[in-house]
């Protein structure tokens, strides 16, 4: 079963605390008006609308922040904007023609698992505009070719190029490290995964280079590693995070938004004294149980780029540009968080130290490869 929502502004809890139409392809409420809740008629005829991954939009983390783009870009536009939250990939289809039915202008669709949907929904109704995120659309279901061109022309992929900033957070994790051991486990082994877990290793790499160290790095070779099979945050979750953690890790970086909570179990189950990194969203604000074990988090700007993507569709209109976006640190599509608690724990120069390199990934100097950027 599916939720469909007609969103008019306000939080995402707020949100999930309202009642939700449910079923497959059900229709959404149609009571409501513009951005302020109803009040007014909206100013806009343009309608954006949203389908989320089997994750949920109250994942804290990446389905939410790409709600929170659209949601944003609804209420700057003075409309309303509506939501399709999906239990299972057999829902993907039927969420995206249940929109497709709406009317819908433009559709974001969050994840590469939405990616043969949405090619199927955008080669069948050429006037709407996709945003597809994750994925390129151009030649496979689970991201791994980027040619520059979707196959279909009325998609625009958002890709974020997540191994650079996971590579400095990769730097700052070994550098914190006590017991010589970092970790990193993911849900499934998609690109959109293993990309933190190749920038997280190649960043101890350079550190053990740079300081003649040898941190090691468990749940991930660069090739093969450590995954869950799902993105529940389940009782695999936490067994996985245990794995590490009896490897005598002191960090880890679960990758695969609700799994971070199988860590958080397993952390505490220990009794030792371990940190974790956060992904895609700043976990330590968006999850407040966090707080005391959240080193740093790798950040996907999924939030704006969503927004620019909508406020694009919605004011160029024929113009719109459907040339995939790429973030990066340059660009700031991705980036970490501050450290937060953890910020009188680091050493005093690591922050120095990571603008450097944060500067020589962008100019080059300091080679991190991903399957968007490969050696």
Known sequence: MNKLRKAAGGSVAALLATALLAGCGSAPDESGGGSDGGSTPAASDFLPCIVSDAGGFDDKSFNQLSYEGVQQAADELGTDFKAVESNSENDYAPNIDSLVSEGCDAIVTVGFALAAATKEAAAANPDIKFVLIDDAADGGDDGQTFDGKADEPNIKPLLYDTAQAAFLAGYASADYSKTGVVGTYGGMPFPTVTIFMDGFKQGVDYYNQENGKSVKVVGWDGKNGLFTGGFEANEKATNTAKQIIDQDADVILPVGGPIYQGALTAIADSGKDIAMLGVDADV????????????????????????????????????????????????????????????????????????????????????????????
């Open 284 to 375: 330590f604000e968006t999850d407040p149980n966090t707080q005391d074990v959240i080193l740093t988090s790798v950040l996907k700007n999924m939030k704006i780029s969503t927004y620019e993507a909508i406020m694009s569709a919605a004011k160029d209109g024929d113009n719109f540009d459907f040339t995939p976006y790429v973030g990066t640190l340059e660009n700031d599509g991705v980036g970490i968080a501050p450290f937060h608690n953890f910020e009188s724990k680091v050493n005093p120069d690591l922050q120095g130290k990571l603008d450097e390199i944060k500067a020589g990934i962008i100019d080059g100097s300091i080679p991190v490869n991903s399957y968007l950027n490969p050696a």
